[in-house]
């Protein structure tokens, strides 16, 4: 059993910034490829970023290249999401999880076999 416990989410205005965090129970999170997800009202899950164990490659959705970043600190079994130049398309509940078999990022969320409860982001216009 892995726990993985999302927190930062919150309201923000279009333009402002968030920075979400995930922490994992496990000692072995440092092994664990890592990603985002996120639900917006009325849709589907999509993906967001995920990170590799190192930390050492990243991948992003097209709709957040160059605006979200994704990084890991191992030390802390944390991840990360900072959020920047928000858009209220970005309004959703972001899930963090985590793939324990993976040997490099993914974006289909069927191999993620742990996740978070969700954190709620709202970016007003």
């Known amino acids: 059993q892995v726990q993985l416990v999302e927190s930062g989410g919150g309201l923000a205005q279009a333009g402002g910034s968030l920075r979400l965090s995930c922490a994992a129970s496990r000692l072995t999170f440092s092994s664990y490829v890592m990603g985002w997800f996120r639900r917006a009202p009325g849709k589907e899950r999509e993906f967001v970023a995920a990170?590799?164990?190192?930390?050492?490659?990243?991948i992003y959705a097209d709709s957040v290249k160059g605006r979200f970043t994704i990084s890991r600190d191992n030390a802390k079994n944390t991840v990360y999401l900072q959020m920047s130049s928000l858009k209220p398309e970005d309004t959703a509940v972001y899930y963090c999880?985590?793939?324990?078999?993976?040997?490099?990022?993914?974006?289909?969320?069927?191999?993620?076999?742990?996740w978070g409860q969700g954190t709620q982001v709202t970016v007003s216009s």
């Open positions: 990170i590799t164990s190192s930390g050492d490659n990243t």
């Open positions: 999880a985590a793939d324990p078999f993976a040997g490099r990022t993914r974006a289909n969320p069927n191999t993620y076999l742990y």
